[in-house]
């Protein structure tokens, strides 16, 4: 138990750290939850097409609730920021998708610590892409993991954790979104639990630990050599960034939908073949995708149907070649 008298947790002193889409929920029950005193975001930054300069998601949540805003360039050596969060006396620091190392000043500043939510079942899928690379390794559960901020990455104690299936044609966009709403529930329950002293910190063992790094364009080329359950695997998990995409004749081509699909053609990695308004591709260990929806180099997206008609497949035509 906590020595110290502790206040009462309506009136618990937070300061929130979060920057995209994912982070909303959580701070929009915080701020039903406790008093949220300052919320600290990326700067806004030029997006789109016409390069128009754009508020995070979470700085538009945070003007429409009322509460301060600081956006710092940088937080390691910044001693301005250091006193604006000195001065709020934060009971906690809430960190949910922020996209900064924390530094130690920041992990040493609050009595409760720095509370993350990860989107995985921690040790595994440490790393800025937990979303993506669960489905697009394959897994069949992940969840939320709430923990103390250390100096490593994602190696702090874990406090709660939540589980959840992913389910079979589920998209990183859409358990993003679930996960979004799973984590704001169980960051206000660790804060409730470790003011009341109930969480006991659990260690992470390093051993089952595997990393879920920064996604590259790279990791969007298709490789047909891989069978067709891991390409639709990585396919749902590179969405929307960075995608699948491949080369037909010489051109770039997004695959935008697609499903494993019976082999029964016996085609070889990468080799094409169209039925009617269908469009297979072989794969690896003896597997085909069918292919749904195309978006050519330049062009929008268009059904197999059009592709077949527009293209004209030949026979022994490949993709990715």
């Known amino acids: 138990m906590v020595s110290r008298l502790m206040p009462a947790i309506e009136a618990m002193n937070l300061v929130f750290c979060g920057t995209p889409d ?13 008093s949220v005193k300052l919320v600290v975001t990326q700067p806004d930054r030029p997006s789109g097409r016409g390069m128009e300069v754009i508020a995070t998601p ?29 001065a709020v006396k934060p009971e906690a620091i809430v960190v949910v998708a ?8 920041m992990i040493d500043l609050p009595w409760l610590g720095n509370v993350n939510a990860h989107a995985s079942l921690l040790p595994k899928y440490r790393g ?25 990455l994602d190696t702090g104690p874990m406090l709660l954790r939540r589980q959840t299936a992913i389910l079979p044609d589920e998209t990183a966009i859409t358990l993003t979104a679930r996960l ?13 639990g470790l003011n009341a002293g109930s969480i006991v910190p659990q260690p992470q063992d390093d051993s089952l630990a595997t990393l879920a790094p920064l996604l590259k364009k790279e990791d969007g080329v298709i490789d047909f050599s891989r069978s067709a359950r891991e390409t639709y695997n990585r ?4 969405q929307p960034w960075p995608g699948a995409y491949t080369s037909f004749r010489g051109k770039n081509v997004r695959i935008a939908a697609m499903k494993p699909a019976e082999n029964h053609l016996q085609l070889a990695p990468g080799e094409v073949a169209a039925e009617r308004d269908r469009v297979l591709i072989g794969c690896g260990e003896a597997t ?3 292919v749904l929806e195309v978006q050519p180099e330049s062009r929008k997206a268009i059904s197999a149907g059009e592709f077949v008609r527009g293209a004209r497949i030949q026979a022994r035509d490949r993709f990715g070649s």
């Open 235 to 238: 396919f749902r998990g590179f």
């Open 128 to 152: 800025a892409a937990p979303i993506q690379w669960a489905i697009a390794n394959g897994e069949s559960v992940t969840g939320i993991t709430t923990m103390k901020i250390d100096a490593g």
């Open 180 to 192: 979004a709403g799973l984590a704001a529930e169980l960051i206000v329950a660790t804060l409730r």
């Open 22 to 34: 994912f982070a909303v929920p959580t701070l929009r029950r915080l701020a039903e939850c406790f």
């Open 98 to 105: 922020y996209g900064r190392i924390i530094p130690q000043w």
């Open 288 to 290: 085909a995708i069918e």
């Open 58 to 86: 979470v700085k538009r949540l945070a003007q429409e609730l009322g509460i301060p805003v600081t956006q710092p360039l940088t937080i390691k050596n910044n001693k301005d920021f250091r006193a604006q969060l000195e």
